[in-house]
């Protein structure tokens, strides 16, 4: 075997946006990937567990997510949602009838005692997942935005007011009593590690939740391995979602400037997109620019490809003891 056939990769990532490059990531390296998946935005919803961006992350890796949204199964009905509204019932969080089966069964697996990991693993087992795809940590972390409105619980914040009240923090209830499980931990101390690639995902609503964990950060740092992040600002903009509304709010310059500061002793490169390329000299890490616009399966194996490359040309450039902090 190659030593790049041997190469392992750690992929941290929330939902739509991250889900996209881990696809890319996922399409080159197959079962040498392990996604760290944010569940900050789990909650329980009509007595069921529900884990969105693991299923997001399961179902982009599937191939059976719905193409339109980025989230939920493709061919989905909605018998269930329709029979919901005539009884009256809470419609604001769509829950398709295939969808349903995932968190009817999840629900049925942590009720009989199963862990999250397990319960992942289980699903994406009989998805056909070949990545290995981890919930961040099994105890219960939840994300929670301070608004101008009051405090909403993450998904209240995010669908049922589409992210409309002014924010004014964001905490993560439960964190400092969570921790990585054995697995992420494993995945992170592998020997043949390469790289940990942090996705376009929003920083401060996806990848802060996975970084608040006590230990989460020092275990990537100790890794020893060159961490890159995928900017998820093009042009000043988000593709979509809330992040740049949510940089202004919290008084944030909105720019890849402010993502890489953001990341300040987390990351040692940082992916921005062409159109910013004249951003490069105001950035005080090595940059990769290339295109980041992820619409094709093409567009996020390229960019997958990018990140490899990039994590093999900061590695070649400091011996890894160096990189441990
Ligand atoms: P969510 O949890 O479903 O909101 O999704 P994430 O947090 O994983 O991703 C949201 C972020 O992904 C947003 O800030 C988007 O700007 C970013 N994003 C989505 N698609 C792309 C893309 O194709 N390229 C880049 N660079 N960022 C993207
Ligand atoms: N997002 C929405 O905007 N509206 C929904 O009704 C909705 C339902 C839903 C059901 C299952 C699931 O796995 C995800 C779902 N999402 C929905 C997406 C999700 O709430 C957010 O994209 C993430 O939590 C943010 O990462």
């Given at each position: 075997m190659t030593r790049a056939a041997s190469q392992t990769f750690v992929a941290l990532t929330g939902g739509v946006g991250g889900a996209k490059l881990a696809l890319g990531l996922a399409n080159l390296l197959g079962e040498r990937l392990t996604v760290v998946v944010n569940t900050g935005d789990d909650f329980e919803h009509l007595g069921l567990y529900i884990s969105p961006d693991v299923d997001t992350a399961l179902y982009t890796l599937a191939g059976v997510v719905n193409p339109l949204t980025g989230w939920g199964r493709r061919d989905e009905t909605w018998t269930f949602m329709q029979a919901l509204q005539e009884l009256g019932g809470p419609t604001w969080f769509k829950l398709g009838d295939s969808d349903l089966a995932t968190h009817v069964d999840r629900t049925r697996r942590l009720r009989s005692g199963a862990t999250p990991t397990s319960t992942c693993t289980h699903l994406a087992a009989r998805l056909g997942v070949a990545a290995r795809v981890l919930p961040m940590s099994d105890r219960p972390v939840r994300t929670v935005v301070d608004t101008e409105e009051g405090t909403l619980a993450f998904q209240k914040y995010?669908?049922?007011?589409?992210?409309?009240p002014v924010a004014k923090a964001i905490r993560f209830d439960g964190a400092s009593a969570a921790k990585p499980t054995p697995q992420v931990i494993e995945a992170l101390s592998a020997p043949g590690l390469a790289g940990v690639i942090v996705c376009?995902?929003?920083?401060?609503?996806?990848i802060d939740p996975i970084l608040a964990i006590p230990g989460m950060r020092e275990a990537v740092r100790a890794s020893g391995v060159p961490v890159v992040a995928v900017s998820p600002i093009i042009a000043g903009k988000a593709?979509?979602?809330p992040t740049v509304k949510i940089m202004r709010e919290l008084g944030l310059t909105t720019d890849n400037r402010a993502i890489a500061d953001h990341y300040a002793g987390l990351i040692d490169g940082i992916v921005i997109d062409g159109s910013d390329a004249d951003a490069v000299g105001g950035l005080p890490l090595p940059v990769t620019v290339t295109n980041?616009?992820?619409?094709t399966l093409d567009d996020k194996i390229a960019l997958a490809r990018d990140c490899l490359a990039f994590c093999s040309r900061l590695s070649a450039r400091t011996p890894a003891p160096e990189r441990r902090r």
């Open positions: 995010f669908v049922r007011e589409q992210c409309r376009p995902s929003n920083p401060w609503l996806s593709v979509k979602g980041t616009l992820m619409r």
